[in-house]
């Protein structure tokens, strides 16, 4: 799930710190000010808005060597690729004519224009990073300002199509790994402590603890009466929190179940190095525990920059833009299963 | 399931010739004349027909060194074990004082005394050989009926407790592996079609296609009016027609998806190598498609001896036995899968 190439450096041991934050994100929802939202604006107004908000964009100079796209232009893997990675949203995908894109070389930073509103400003960091990304976020959101006008009452804040983005328009998220709550049965009541909480939590490709990969994203819900500084210390202690949930859970099963541990890990080590066939899922699911593994010193061999690297590589648009062609489901499964082989063909089991 | 030790010879590339019925068993019930059935009988009565029946039994000659038992009087372990082996029921464990058995050495003949009937004579013979089972029961109830009288009626034959069984008494059995079936998502029609010609088939710890291990017992219902050699020779052929169609469905997965076959192998030969916790169940399938594989010469040094041994060794009573207690659930996963490990350490994937 990680844009960046971040990764920490491994000890002699070759365990690597637990990481269970694996990235954050900030987003900003921006409308112009004289403009239709896009859903109510037609087609010509539509390009009107994407034509200013990417000048604008471009002249910030923040962007280097950026992605330009028209969605209707992206191809079809291009464009799976970008949503896997996180960096766009399916909805702008399904926006139609006028809806664009602005994208850094690296992913890390992203306008997507004619979503849900005229601008979705959106920086990505890799790790628990919110003040990092926010940042980032800020600037680029100022220095737009500087090139055009936004639609801004002095009452209510920055103006958005939904109600639940007025005020700052911010919508903050951490996305965590937590495959040691599940394995130890904990992760529904944290699951349900966070509904409670009015944090918004939603799996990576599926819904509740069954998520593929057992990733998690937690996101504030509603920004209207809160700055931006109280929503994003809020979320980076309440998910500081869950992690250090999820760090106990590991070592309660390092201490008390360490075959459930090594079971988890071993079944993932062998079943990526041998099946022939593999679903995206699943294989999110053994690199999670491949994940584990490594955190905790089980496995050898392996690098986080790899593993990171894999999540995105097994998803179906990368695999596609990997093999060069658009493919079936199957072919998929079996592609999926081959690269795998031979990628984590040097991973060992801790002897 | 086997019995025996009775393996066949493999060639010199290792595959081993299909064997898809793995077991044939008959069983003959038989009543005394003037007394009650089980069911109805007081302890007394019971006890009555179990010295008279032993003794008869021992009488044969026919039963070298066997195992003679009160079912009070056996260990939990044993008498799971027998259970697991399948030469006693589960029903014959819970009838309480009076009910009896006398097993052969090698399990291969067993009399149960005071289950549902008074004696419940059992052949079971490696493969499918309904034939030399029914040899030896028949031999071995000509000779019993030597030494006692049995309820018998000229117009309906052999008397017993539920009406189902009058007649010839005779239920025979073929145990058959169906994990092509399964993996060719043909199984669920073969069940159907099997129910509409009136044969009972259950699944070994399961019922329907998700039997453990993927064995499945095929016997005929009911033997009022069809003599032993009608019913034996319906249910071989019924059985040979189904063994017909898993061998075609192995030879169509080898030809058209023989990646899904060697995916199924793959998995199952890297779990057991490697899981630190496994139930019976998943032991059960993996050893199911470890036993395909070996047949399909696509798992090296390995034996059907093994296999077969294995598949008994897994089982909670068995497992217990070896391990010389009694323990809970979770120390006989630890256990079954540390076994495993150890007893399969040298096979391999066909290269």
Redesign the interface.
Known sequence: MLIGGSTRRRSAAEAVEPRVAVSSRVRLARNLRGFRFPEWADEGERRRVRETVTRAVLATGLMRDPLVADVAGLGDVTAQMLCESRVISQDLLERGAGAGLVVSADRRIAVMINEEDHLRIQVMEPGSDLQRAWAAADELDTRIEAHLAYAFSPQLGYLTACPSNVGTGLRASVMLHLLGLRLTNDLDAVLRALDRLRYAVRGVDGEGSDAAGHLFQISNQGTLGQDEAAVLDDLSRVAGEVARQERNARLRLARRSP??L??CV??A???L?????MSTEEALDYLSALRLGLELGLVRRLSVATLDELTLAVQPGHLQQSLGAACATEERD?AR?GMLRKRLEGIA?RA
């Open positions: 075959l459930v090594e079971d071993a079944r080590v062998v079943l190095k041998n099946a022939r066939v079996t299963a089991l």
